[in-house]
T-cell receptor, first 118, second 111 residues
Framework: GAVVSQHPSRVICKSGTSVKIECRSL??????MFWYRQFPKQSLMLMAT?????????EQGVEKDKFLINHASLTLSTLTVTSAHPEDSSFYIC??????????????FGNGTRLTVT | GIQVEQSPPDLILQEGANSTLRCNFS?????LQWFHQNPWGQLINLFY???GTKQNGRLSATTVATERYSLLYISSSQTTDSGVYFC?????????????FGRGTQLTVWP
């Protein structure tokens, strides 16, 4: 069964609004989670590393004020796309390492969230 | 981050054929995973294989870490094997745990 749950699976919003995406680790604790973005027919690009109890680490070129990440508990990380615009339309996927932790286990991925901004 | 190159970018097969997908990477890795992305975007984890050889049914994978490449073998391909296959790696040190993806191989299997 799924070890990482992501919600919602699909969201359509109007330009200028904010959208929150949740990522939960099931049956295990994840002090670290990762957020990815995928444009149509392209690869997955790492956006940021979500750290429980501390600030997220963003990859170069990713606007931290645009993509707010909160890792409030050991099983939940959220990504908020603020003031969304059509160019933010994309497929967002979260992941978490297994019970062995970062570097000692594979990454498990959620089913993704397809965001469409009109 | 680590550079990941996958080949071929596209592969078209007749059902029943065998295929080999390749993944080259630019540095020492702590983790290497192969994924199959289905048409709905779901990433299916095929192998966690930073080194060595593993087999799962018709699929097998080999990673030669010292030579910085990994191979994914698909035998007796089926139409349900169609989709995009990604190789992803994470390095050591400051990038530990962060998976970097190749561009993928788009596999199409015809009946």
């Amino acid at each position: 069964g799924a070890v990482v749950s992501q919600h919602p699976s699909r969201v359509i919003c109007k330009s200028g609004t904010s959208v929150k995406i949740e990522c939960r680790s099931l049956d295990f604790q994840a002090t670290t989670m990762f957020w990815y973005r995928q444009f149509p027919k392209q690869s997955l690009m790492l956006m940021a590393t979500s750290n429980e109890g501390s600030k997220a680490t963003y990859e170069q070129g990713v606007e931290k004020d645009k993509f707010l990440i909160n890792h409030a508990s050991l099983t939940l990380s959220t990504l908020t796309v603020t003031s969304a615009h059509p160019e933010d339309s994309s497929f967002y996927i979260c992941s978490a390492p297994g019970q062995g932790g970062v570097g000692n286990s594979p990454l498990h991925f959620g089913n993704g969230t397809r965001l469409t901004v009109t | 981050g680590i550079q990941v190159e996958q080949s071929p970018p596209d592969l078209i097969l007749q059902e029943g054929a065998n295929s080999t997908l390749r993944c080259n990477f630019s540095d020492s890795v702590n983790n290497l995973q192969w994924f199959h992305q289905n048409p709905w975007g779901q990433l299916i984890n095929l192998f966690y294989i930073p080194s060595g050889t593993k087999q799962n049914g018709r699929l097998s994978a080999t990673t030669v870490a010292t030579e910085r490449y990994s191979l994914l073998y698909i035998s007796s391909s089926q139409t349900t094997d169609s989709g995009v296959y990604f190789c992803a790696v994470s390095g050591r040190g400051s990038t530990l745990g962060r998976l970097y993806f190749g561009r993928g191989t788009q596999l199409t299997v015809w009946p």
